[in-house]
């Protein structure tokens, strides 16, 4: 309870991030160990100055590990509570967050936003798909 009024408190400010990170210092554990892994993975494409464009950024994991890889990170994602969490990270001298959906033609569309972000969507035949599911389908 603490924590997630503390996330929506600090969210969109400075101390969003180092809080976040100190809370998993002392107790996640397997978030540092799986961050190490990515850092690690990563060195291996990303190096210092390198342009990195993150497609579906969502809230910026990854965005955040390129960034920390010396990387001037573009951070593509149409769902707008995402981009403005995106918006947050820093350093922001280095990422450019644009607020839209890439495809293969030009075109305009609805995103029908889910409450899980990573489900959002531009597709009806997947949000049909979705409602079918039973982990997904509206509690009436």
């Known amino acids: 309870m603490l924590k997630k009024q503390l996330k929506s408190i600090t969210r969109g400010s400075v101390l969003h991030a180092p809080l976040r990170d100190a809370y998993r210092f002392v107790f996640n554990r397997d978030y540092r160990a799986k961050r190490r892994q990515m850092l690690s993975f990563y060195t291996q494409f990303i190096s210092k100055g390198s342009i990195v464009f993150d497609v579906g950024a969502n809230v910026g994991e990854y965005t955040e590990i390129f960034l920390e890889l ?6 593509v994602e149409p769902n ?3 981009a403005r ?26 995103l029908h936003v889910c409450d899980q972000n990573p489900l959002s969507t531009l597709s009806s035949q997947w949000l049909d798909t979705a409602k079918r599911m039973p982990e997904f389908a509206s509690k009436d």
Do not use: M, W, Y
Not at 70 to 75: E, M, N, Q, S
Not at 85 to 99: A, F, N, S
């Open 70 to 75: 010396g990387a001037d990170v573009v951070a």
């Open 80 to 82: 707008p509570d995402c």
């Open 85 to 110: 969490t995106l918006e947050q990270i820093r350093p922001r001298r280095r990422l450019t967050v644009k607020r839209a959906a890439l495809g293969s033609s030009q075109s305009e569309g609805t």
